[in-house]
């Protein structure tokens, strides 16, 4: 494919689906081994009530506010999930389900008693995107990587979801050693100064912005998949956390690119005619791969469970 | 030394220097509506090895936890070298319970061992070749050497046991505070692990040591503290742990004949 055909169409959705894919697999690692990776699925949920209010306070359907909405709406919902897991001292499967059920539930009322038959407000368009549709129609070609003018008709999901990761990036780095230390052993964590409640907050706060800036770009399908398939499978690669971050980046990059190439010529590769969801593919492709390494993978036994002896 | 009649919001400083490693004036803790901790007062005594004893249940553990800020008390002081517990982190090792922690997670046993160091290591400070040579150090001191590449899932229960000492090891504290670090391990790792404890001890060092195992009391530690609930008896071994104290602290739960079989060994 020439330059002329694949920046235009293809290297945004390419840069974003994969920036997006990483965003969520950097948190899903610890999400994973707290058992928490879940959250992906609660929050994919409890962005409704937070767009239906962004809706209602503004009258209009524009990113800006439903984005924020959502990420309150998923900010609270971790915010509540924590603390029913501590108050009450329950898994946190059990406290995800309840809240997510619930604020899932406050927002469809919501959305029934407003009036919104002369809006479409639908869930799926407004926030939900399109990987296909984040196109760069300003460029030319390769040059246009440098020109300004086409620049700034970069489709903003690509600066947004960038910035999103550079954060993740920021908060995993920064915060390496505590989280490590936290995730395996939280009396320990305590006793050493960390404190382990701020931190997994921390952490689930940030997930659940990775998660809304995701969901903006490339749909939810693709996120709930990334926080759980790319750290998982890369946990059956290696016994090192430090090794198991860095498969999950490749898993969750081979994802998304593999995913977005197979979904627009996989059917025509077959002598089918029309293209398939490139966020569907993706999922899928990850999901393969934790298939893959969950029969091939070299750690992929478990030592045994605790205090067995 | 400890006064009996302490009033709650006196800062320490008006109370007096205490100079206990560990020092704890009426701590309550409950996990709902019945506590499980209930105004216990101790004095831990400096570099003596001193047992936390009690049925099952008795609220050994959360004794150690509410002592180190792990769970939070319904009410009580707790200071650490007469100072308040923030200030003196850095001279206190907890050993948790070897259960409470999943042994599949991703790490080799060098990398538990330098969390051991994470205070002097800091956010971001790499680990040097002075690190790695403390804690194989420490790996050492519980003859697990050999194993510091080994995933940690991959070791047997006395193993990660003494994998768990080692990392309190390279903390360097002065205190050092146990949850059964005897219980499912090995006579091997029993008898490595006492021997550290005791070197501690030697080296001016206060251990405290949640146990279970009523049977080696006398020949591990010089003083014991008798809890279920409330506080039953705290003292040196050969006052403080007796028939009468024991019946008091497991009542009908301690048949007659253990009873009888320690307090022949007590002579």
Sequence with gaps: MSGEEFVPLSLTPLLIGTFAAIACALPGNFLVLRKQALIGDAISHVVLPGIVVAFLLTGAISTWPMMLGAAGAAVVAVVMIEAIRRLGQIEPGAAMGVVFTTMFAGGVLLLEQTDTSTVHLDVEHALYGNLESLIWLDATGWSSVLDVQALAGLPPELPRIALTLAGVILFTWLFWRPLKISTFDEGFARTIGIR??????????????????????VGSIIVIAMFICPPAAARMMTNRLESQIAWSVLFATVSAMSGYVLAGYGPLWLGGADAVSAAGMIATVSGLLLALAAVFGPCRTRAGAPGGA | ????????????????????????????????????????????????????????????????????????????????????????????????????????????????????????????????????????????????REFSDRQIGQLSGGQQQRVFLARALAQDADLYLLDEPFAGVDAATEKAIIAVLKSLKEAGKTVVVVHHDLATVTDYFDHVFLINTRKVAEGPVAQAFTAETLQAAYGGRLATAQIDQISRALG
């Design chain 1, 196 to 217: 382990t409640g701020v931190l997994g907050m921390a952490l689930v706060i940030t997930a659940a912005i990775a998660a809304v800036a995701a969901f903006d770009a």
């Design chain 2, 1 to 144: 030394m400890l006064e009996l009649a302490t009033v709650q919001g006196v800062s320490v400083e008006e109370q007096g220097v205490d100079y206990s490693p560990l020092a704890i004036r009426g701590l309550t803790v409950s996990y709902g509506q019945k506590p499980a901790v209930f105004s216990v007062d101790m004095a831990v005594q400096p570099g003596a090895m001193t047992a936390i004893i009690g049925p099952n249940g008795a609220g050994k553990s959360t004794l150690l936890k509410a002592a180190l800020g792990i769970v939070s008390p319904l009410s009580g002081l707790v200071t650490v070298f007469g100072q308040p517990l923030e200030d003196q982190r850095a001279r206190i090792a907890y050993v948790p319970q070897r259960a409470s922690v999943d042994w599949d997670f991703p790490t080799r046993v060098i990398d538990v061992v330098l969390m051991g160091l994470s205070r002097q290591l800091g956010l971001l400070g790499r680990v040097r070749a002075r690190h790695m040579a403390r804690a194989m150090d420490c790996l050492n001191r519980v003859g697990m």
